[in-house]
């Protein structure tokens, strides 16, 4: 017998694919990182790495580590998945997450996916046989120090309230100055106009696109609306006095905001800052907003009524408002669609977008997500959002972060026509033969 040693080969190199992830929480934090301060520090932290690769700097501005919806997050999430990360370095625990249960998740889930985190601060590997203990308990602190820096805001949100001091952003007309609110002339012209506009027959949604024809912005950065419109119509601090805490933070893990219809203290300041509208106008206002609601028998949404299937999911990529569920020729066909609120009320001159048929949308989700059926609570389950960024073409935000293009077209009129539609047509064209015979 002849045994003859085989040498081993020389194992190559592997190249390691690092990503890393910074969380910048504070203006104050963004001028000592930033995205190109970043860059320069990891790409010198790589190199000192034999085999190392930076694949790219993640950073997400001004967000909460307490919430998982991060863009840059979940982008780094989705590339991880996709097997383009093998090492994601982030600067402290802190940095990466501030809730304990999306610290766990995130965690393991990249373990799944032999994916590594390695906390500079802690210099500590989430991978190793202790790193997910060891997380765990400074995750636990992280987010205990996150709930006594919610509390004490609130505590200090509450003393300003009582001092009868405001607590605002931006608002058209004021800024805060000093704690006091001071008026801004030109966008105090503004709002007179708003409320002129108003009462002298203009509907909310037409004061929009006057505004957007005249080239005015909001002072909140975003667009004009029917809700901006009403919200600035509706707010008393025009007057030169104010209501605080009208509302409040659920938690602070969610960071959602709710009316205050009783759950929080209140205050009443008066005569508090120099009025932009008179009372009597305010009045004259508000009893017409009432009138015309009546008018059209504007109701309020009971809490027992439920939401339309895609309501609040499916989002204009053009103008960014909301789609909205409405009936065409309900009486007759009953045809559901989704149409941006932008383009319905105010034009295409506004906002070019389309309506999408409900139908249409139910099948391309189901198709998405390969389910054979499709109800809100799996809607809600799997999909954080829906974007129509240009004519045709649906992209889907999963839960996961997965984002599905996808395209839709309208069918036939042959296809799209109901059997009463048809029926319809039938006796029309009948009548016409019958009225050409005579």
Known sequence: MKITELPAKPKERQITRVAAYARVSSDKDAAFHSLEAQTEYYEQYVVTHPGWQLVGIYSDNGISGTIINRPEFQRMLQDCRDGKIDLVVTKSVT??????????????????????????????????????????????????????????????????????????????????????????????????????????????????????????????????????????????????????QKTYRKDFRSKITLNNHGERRKYYVEHSHEAIIDQETFDLVQAEMARRAARHNHTPRTAQSEPHLFCGILQCGLCGHRYKHYRTNAKKY?????????????????????????????????????????????????????????????????????????????????????????????????????????
């Open 95 to 244: 940095r990466f997450a501030r809730n304990t249960v999306i610290l766990l998740e995130t965690i393991r889930e990249l373990k799944r996916l032999g994916v590594d985190v390695y906390f500079e601060k802690e210099d500590m590997h989430s991978i190793s046989p202790d790193g997910e203990l060891l997380v765990t308990l400074l995750a636990m602190y992280a987010e205990e120090e996150a709930r006594s820096a919610s509390e004490n805001q609130r505590w200090r949100i509450v003393k300003r309230f009582e001092n009868g001091e405001p607590w605002v952003g931006k608002m058209l007309g004021y800024r805060l100055e000093n704690c006091q609110l001071v008026v801004v002339p030109e966008e105090a012209e503004v709002v007179r106009q708003i409320f002129s506009d108003y009462l002298s027959g203009l509907g909310q949604a037409n004061i929009a696109k006057k505004l957007k024809l005249q080239g005015i912005s909001p002072a909140s950065g975003n667009t004009w609306s029917r809700t901006s419109i009403r919200a600035i119509l509706m707010n008393e601090k025009y007057t030169g006095s104010m209501i605080l």
């Open 334 to 438: 009953d045809k559901s669609v989704w149409v941006c609120p932008s383009y319905y009320s105010m034009g295409k001159d506004i906002c070019p977008a389309q309506k999408i048929p409900e139908d249409i949308l139910i099948e391309k989700t189901m198709e998405v997500l390969g389910i054979a059926s499709l109800n809100r609570e799996i809607l809600l389950e799997q999909v954080r959002q829906i974007i129509v960024p240009e004519h045709n073409r649906l992209r889907y935000i999963l839960r996961d972060g997965t984002v599905v293009d996808t395209q839709w077209q309208h069918r036939s009129r042959s296809e799209s026509w109901t059997d009463e539609m048809k029926e319809s047509a039938r006796q029309r064209t009948l009548a016409r033969n019958k009225k050409e015979e005579k």
